[in-house]
């Protein structure tokens, strides 16, 4: 059975061109081995979804293309 990562002390970032004025973003949290937390910026207690590094990755390339 797997277990999800305790996220209680979790460092979240967004990234850089969501501004400071809130917008729709997510949130991500580094260090967590075999997944990536993502969150919504506005719903900080909402519900995280767990990405694999590889997807995660795949993602992200794809918003840079």
Known sequence: MEH???LTKARWRKSS?????????????DG?????P???????GG???LVG???WR???DGLRQ
């Open 32 to 36: 967590f081995p075999g997944a990536v």
């Open 17 to 29: 061109f969501s501004g400071s004025t809130g917008g729709d973003c997510v949130e991500v949290a």
């Open 4 to 6: 999800s990562p305790d």
């Open 58 to 60: 795949t993602f992200v």
């Open 38 to 44: 993502v969150r919504d910026s506005k719903n900080t």
């Open 53 to 55: 590094p590889d997807a």
């Open 47 to 49: 519900p995280v979804l």
